[in-house]
């Protein structure tokens, strides 16, 4: 080849087109140019040839950087590519036809393109360039190429970036931002029952070039059928755990959170990475569970008698910090075919060059002393681990869960001393025994907090609340003033008559929380806890001895309600709606008298009432809620409550248990059982079961009432 056309010939292919927005303004945002290079004799041993287009950005804005090769087989075998952008080298992976790839660019970003030609087969290439402005920094938000496989509720709202899954089965998620915008923020949101079953790929969930938090109460569950490396794999972004359960399967990291992508989406990925963007990629997980089983691939070589083991690093691993706060973390080894297990793990959290911070964490790792492995490592930063975390035996522990327990009322008023509402449980756990009871702020107004922390085999955390309200009947303790010396002893007033000493007064026949003419509530304050109310169960200072209201229905479309005449009430007001959480109490109206019939209601329906005694702008009665239906339906009311006995007497501090049986003509839908109430605190006292504990000598009534208002009252002698 002469030295001539050798030199005509690199001048061709090593082309320089500066193509800007302010030039090609015309062609909408687009660059398009064509060079062809066609194969032959001249060229059979050229290699290593290049091509460059250089792009300068003239706003700040998303673009598609394209390359079409036109030739008879859409291919693009021959070519690699790499892309600059201010000086920085990236690499680009080829596709098909196509080379593609968008990138964010600010105003004046300069973005160079090299194509570097490296087939010296005699084929015809007709390359083609073009670059367009587009709007969505998100790049996808799918499985892109299983689609067909998908089943279950997959929901992407664009506008708040959040992904919604709800018992979603695909092979593959993926969520990324086109290369070189702002991180940012990206919700993942489960429910229910999500499983992710790629049989090919290592990595089932990617997000890349985003910050993304996983919330929600649902499971997401990776089975172990690909022999999957990073199950869940954040790159250039931060990740959050709040919530979920994440159920992994894995020969290898199960959550990897990294700065760097090697060679999958997206379409642009570093090739010679800045260093001061590296180790800034954290994990965090507040609450929630992963759930990790490590296997060990069947890699037995026979020959040599040698195993290749797949080792498992760490069931979490970041660049960034580690703030681990809450949630579970359980990791079990499962051996393969051979009775081998798994390699032996460095940790199971690790960092490469930040801290790793961690409390209030249960870590369950499976019972073999062999693969006793350490809690979190970080090969440069610091390893802060609170002391009260600890491993457990992953086969041999209880997790407390919030599903399990419950207390005795959600509200109460103040009463100056600290207030213990009873912790009940349904999973047969003994308190002292499984766990122990701390209560917090729980004396004056506001949101009390009940504590309720595992011992021994039982582990975890579960926090309640309840309300404390303020009490009218309790006076706010005055604060001293400083004394000051009169000037002179004034002289007694010998016609002034002193006002008699007040009787202190005796054990109260109530609880202090009820409202009573003795103990009054603003009526403005009964009104708005009885509007607001977010349940069913009677109000707050509620009591049924006072107003003994009852529901009876007259027809198909009323009810009466009726109550007995409060001492010092000047009126009565009346709330209530149809039965059902969803239907909050509205005020209906206010009377003098003590009954009321409410019309144009629906037959066969429940509803719900609350009656207040009001004097003055105080609530000296609040009555317990009733709960009666219409007639025309198939459900009914309670006619009669039945009671084992209606005469009892007692010395003080024995106790005698009382059944009650309701009846009634149709079956009943059961809002509230039947319950109990002393008109005398000072004489019996008496439990949501029956049972009547005489307290000091005189005589009360005990009642037992049904949900409707109908009752039974018990006489009560104490000697």
Request: hydrophobic content about 35%.
């Amino acid at each position: 080849m002469s030295r001539i056309r050798l030199l005509t010939l690199l001048s061709i292919i090593v082309v320089v087109f500066l193509l800007s927005f302010d030039t090609h303004a015309a062609a909408g945002d687009s660059l398009t140019d064509a060079i062809k290079i066609e194969d032959g004799q001249e060229y059979s041993q050229a290699k290593d040839k290049y091509v460059y287009y250089e792009f300068v950005s003239s706003e700040t804005s998303g673009y598609s950087v394209e390359f079409k090769n036109k030739d008879a087989y859409g291919s693009f075998n021959g070519f690699s590519s790499y892309f600059y952008l201010n000086g920085n080298k990236y690499a680009s992976p080829r596709g098909g036809g196509t080379i593609n790839t968008e990138i964010y660019l600010n105003k004046g970003d300069k973005l160079s393109i090299c194509i570097q030609i490296t087939d010296t087969t005699s084929e015809s290439y007709d390359l083609e360039c073009s670059v367009k402005k587009i709007e969505e920094v998100i790049m996808y938000v799918a499985d892109p190429l299983y689609s067909a496989d998908k089943t279950g509720t997959y929901t992407w709202d664009k506008e708040n970036r959040v992904l919604y899954l709800q018992d979603y089965t695909a092979r593959r998620i993926c969520i990324s931002a086109i290369y070189n915008a702002p991180i940012f923020d990206v919700e993942v949101n489960i429910k229910g029952n999500n499983v992710i079953t790629d049989t090919y790929d290592a990595i089932l969930f990617r997000a890349e070039n985003v910050n993304v938090t996983f919330t929600g109460d649902g499971i997401l569950n990776f089975p172990y059928d690909s022999f999957p490396s990073y199950v869940i794999d954040c790159k250039n972004g931060n990740c959050v755990i709040d919530g979920p359960t994440f159920i992994i399967e894995t020969d290898d990291e199960a959550i990897s959170v990294n700065p760097i992508a090697y060679g999958y989406d997206p379409k642009m990925i570093a090739a010679d990475f800045p260093e001061d963007l590296e180790n800034t990629c954290s994990f965090t997980m507040k609450s929630g569970t992963i759930d990790v089983t490590l296997r060990e691939r069947n890699r037995f070589n026979y020959d040599t008698e040698e195993r290749n083991h797949m080792y498992p690093y760490a069931v979490i691993a970041a660049n960034g910090n580690v703030d681990i706060s809450g949630g579970v973390i359980k990791v079990r080894f499962v051996e393969d075919t051979e009775g081998n297990n798994p390699a032996a793990m460095q940790s199971v959290i690790e960092s490469d060059f930040k801290d790793i911070n961690i409390s209030n964490v249960i870590i369950a790792v499976d019972g073999n002393d062999k693969l006793n492995i350490p809690i979190a490592k970080a090969h440069v930063g610091n390893e802060n681990i609170d002391p009260s975390v600890k491993t457990v035996d992953f086969y041999d522990f209880v997790l407390l869960s919030k599903d399990d327990f419950s207390i005795e009322y959600s509200e109460t008023l103040k009463t100056g001393k600290e207030i213990k509402p009873l912790v009940k449980n349904t999973a047969s756990l003994v308190e002292g025994t499984d766990y122990k009871v701390e209560y917090k702020n729980n004396i004056e107004v506001g949101v009390a907090l009940v504590s309720i922390v595992g011992i021994g085999k039982c582990v975890g955390e579960v926090t309640l609340d309840f309300t404390i309200k303020e009490n009218p009947n309790i006076q706010p303790t005055a604060v001293p003033t400083a004394t000051q010396t009169p000037e002179a002893s004034p002289t007694p007033d010998v016609s002034a008559v002193p006002s008699a000493s007040p009787t202190p007064s005796g054990p109260s026949v109530r609880d202090q929380s009820d409202i009573s003419p003795e103990n009054p509530a603003k009526i403005s304050d009964v009104e708005k806890t009885i509007l607001n109310k977010k349940d069913e169960k009677d109000s707050i200072g509620s009591t049924f001895t006072l107003l003994k209201s009852k529901g009876t229905p007259k027809s198909k479309k009323s009810i009466k309600l009726s109550w007995a005449k409060v001492p010092g009430a000047e009126k009565y007001m009346i709330f209530g709606n149809k039965c059902g959480k969803k239907n909050k109490y509205k005020y209906i109206t206010t009377v003098t008298g003590t009954s009321y019939t409410a019309k144009k209601l629906k037959k066969g329906t429940y509803y719900k009432y609350t009656i207040v005694a009001v004097r003055g702008d105080e609530a000296i009665a609040t009555s317990k809620t009733i709960h009666v239906a219409t007639d025309g339906g198939k459900k009914g009311n309670n006619t009669k409550v039945k009671l084992s006995k209606t005469k009892l007497t007692l010395k003080i501090g024995k106790s005698k248990t009382v059944k009650a049986k309701l009846k009634s003509k149709k079956k009943v839908s059961i809002h509230r059982k039947v319950a109990w109430e002393s008109d005398n605190l000072t004489v019996a006292k008496v439990n949501s079961k029956g049972k009547i504990t005489a307290v000091g000598k005189g005589t009360c009534y005990v009642y037992a009432y049904a949900q409707n208002g109908v009752a039974s009252k018990i006489k009560v002698t104490v000697k």
